[in-house]
């Protein structure tokens, strides 16, 4: 272990300190704290240098895993690189310094953001109108859902209270379906990893409000029954919710409200080059065809015939507010900048290199990993573990020894359709080099699992951290280090 592998609480002696925060020249009585919340002891904080911290939290940051550190080619999560200008431009003192409750006359530039960039996913997607307001892509979901149940409702269609869902669906489908009080359903896939359009056919009557897809599918297969599934749906009295988990490789080329679908989100933080994970901040933007604009939630940017830009905080129709202000401006800021930087011709490079580069890794590795499913693939691909397991060597094991040759590990053990499932995204963004280096390195693990399985099932052996009792760590989580002695 390197010094500065310990932890700071290792570091600590008595006496030593920081800098020391000048004395408080406010009143006191404005700062007071009732006597409930206030602490009878000092907080057990380690006593150490300006120094030690400065090396102490540099030195977690390089243990960290990130897209701007090595390849991360996690299915079904795009996680793509994030253009350093997109950081440039959200960081400017225009946009950064402005406050929500600043009069709508003083920040037109920033509503005229909110309004172009609506536009610019109306056009990518086929979409009449957006909301940028949800906070992530599963809020965007439960907004989604809740349009489609705000318009059965005005109608007077009360009993649409079930939601379609098929069995290769992510998990926030059902989730977001239950948290907005409806029954879900499940519709089954073929051998071929597509909705049955026969299973599908005996659900639908005047109960399903709709069904949520996305397509491609969480197998990266393109559901070419989709106008079936629509016609079928909408004959049926319900609506198409897209799950826009997976719009990467339909960019420029496919567009969702083409193909049928009411109601869309966007993972920003996906598709748009914004930055992902870290529990935020995010946005999931929803989209909606032309019936259902009157139902998308409050506040909205409107514009008046002199081209002012104003924000309506109340309308009878909407379904309601489901976020503070406006969203995440300067997520929406960042994705905004990616889609005028590419501009309408390149935007249309993004889909078909994530697709090629996708297909490349995937016939490149099928002769030593299984693939489950013959057909070329979109985004991403999904392997059923080695094709040779007679070692007992796992997809748990393959993804931890990764880590010991400087890559991430892919998305493992999802979709359920497959015990032993490897969904490996690599995006637009990566290099031919830097996919024939994690293709090498694919094939060297396959042939470790063979001549040596002991390295992949103790592995990862170079990491800060060697492997976890991960059930342990999720179920019983050691939160303090007054815990850990």
């Not at 009143?27 to 919340?37: E, F, S």
Request: net charge negative; glycine share 10%.
């Amino acid at each position: 272990m390197k010094y500065y592998d310990k932890l700071i609480f290792d570091l600590s002696k008595a006496g030593r300190q920081g800098y020391s925060l000048p004395s408080r020249t406010w009143d006191a009585t404005l700062a007071d704290l009732p006597a409930g919340l206030t602490r009878s002891e000092a907080p057990a904080l380690p006593q150490v240098s300006e120094l030690d911290v400065v090396r102490h939290y540099t030195n977690l940051s390089q243990m960290n895993f990130g897209v701007d550190s090595g390849f991360y080619p996690l299915g079904s999560c795009t996680m793509k690189y994030n253009p350093k200008i997109n950081e440039e431009i959200a960081a400017m003192p225009a946009f950064a310094g402005i406050h929500p409750l600043q009069p709508s006359e003083t920040v037109q530039g920033v509503l005229r953001v909110y309004k172009e960039l609506a536009h610019a996913l109306s056009s990518i997607t086929g979409m009449a109108e957006f909301t940028l307001n949800p906070f992530a892509g599963a809020h965007g979901e439960l907004t989604g859902l809740m349009i489609i149940r705000q318009y059965h409702l005005s109608r007077g269609d009360v009993k649409r209270t079930r939601v379609i869902v098929p069995d290769s669906a992510h998990g926030t489908n059902p989730a977001s379906a239950a948290v907005c009080g409806l029954e879900i359903v499940q519709v089954k896939s073929k051998e071929n990893g597509l909705v049955d359009v026969e299973d599908l056919k005996p659900l639908l009557d005047d109960t399903i409000a709709g069904i949520m897809m996305t397509n491609p599918n969480t197998l990266g297969l393109f559901e070419k029954d989709i106008k079936e599934i629509a016609a079928l749906v909408h004959e049926c009295g319900g609506l198409l919710y897209y799950d826009g988990a997976n719009m990467n490789p339909l960019i420029g080329m496919v567009r969702p409200g083409d193909m049928g679908f009411d109601v869309l989100h966007l993972n920003l933080h996906k598709s748009f080059s914004t930055p992902h994970g870290g529990g935020g901040p995010g946005a999931g933007p929803v989209g909606v065809a032309a019936h259902l604009v009157p139902y998308l939630p409050v506040p909205k940017v409107v514009e008046d015939e002199d081209g002012l830009l104003s924000v309506v905080d109340a309308d009878g129709q909407a379904c309601g507010q489901i976020s503070g202000f406006m969203g995440n401006f300067g997520v929406l800021l960042r994705a905004y900048t990616y889609i005028l930087m590419l501009g309408k011709q390149n935007v249309r490079m993004v889909g078909p290199l994530a697709v090629l580069g996708a297909n490349y890794i995937k016939e490149s590795l099928k002769d030593c990993y299984k693939l489950p499913i013959e057909s070329v693939c979109k985004h991403e691909f999904v392997f059923d573990g080695l094709l040779d397991q007679s070692t007992g060597v796992t997809t748990l094991d393959i993804a931890k020894r990764l880590l010991d040759y400087g890559f991430h590990a892919p998305t493992i053990y999802f979709p359920l359709l497959f015990h032993q499932a490897i969904m490996i995204e690599p995006t637009e963004t990566e290099s031919k080099e830097t996919l024939d280096g994690f293709i090498e390195i694919m094939r060297h693990i396959a042939a470790e699992a063979i001549a040596d399985p002991e390295s992949l099932k103790t592995a990862p052996h170079t990491t800060p951290v060697r492997r976890l009792d991960e059930t342990t760590a999720a179920r019983q989580p050691v939160l303090r280090f007054c815990d850990m002695q």
